[in-house]
Nanobody, 124 residues
Framework: QVQLVESGGGLVQAGGSLRLSCAAS????????MGWFRQAPGKEREFVAA????????TYEDSVKGRFTISKDNAKNTVYLQLNSLKPEDTAVYYC?????????????????WGQGTQVTVSS
């Protein structure tokens, strides 16, 4: 099995920044892509960003392009999400996810492992 543990969420003012981390443990050799999703109250969980196993390829949801950056440290089995220029509409629980088969998918169904989530709240 694979365990994913997120950290780094919190309360920030609009225009501010946060850095989320997701540490993977267990059978990490099973992991291919890693990604971030978010879920706001009353809304569906939506894709935010994903990064390939090597870290050489990334993909982003349109509304976060230019503001969020996904990166990873393979030696630490950790993926990061740098959130800049935050907006109140970015408020959500952010979930780390990992998949076994790659392809930089943005569908929830493509991911096999999930973290417990970390709250990000952006005040106006």
């Amino acid at each position: 099995q694979v365990q994913l543990v997120e950290s780094g969420g919190g309360l920030v003012q609009a225009g501010g920044s946060l850095r989320l981390s997701c540490a993977a443990s267990g059978r990490t050799f099973n992991i291919n892509d890693m990604g971030w999703f978010r879920q706001a109250p009353g809304k569906e969980r939506e894709f935010v960003a994903a990064i390939s196993r090597s870290g050489g390829s990334t993909t982003y949801e349109d509304s976060v392009k230019g503001r969020f950056t996904i990166s990873k440290d393979n030696a630490k089995n950790t993926v990061y999400l740098q959130l800049n220029s935050l907006k109140p509409e970015d408020t959500a629980v952010y979930y780390c996810a990992a998949n076994r088969f790659g392809g930089l998918k943005n569908a929830r169904e493509a991911y096999n492992y999930w973290g417990q989530g970390t709250q990000v709240t952006v005040s106006s």
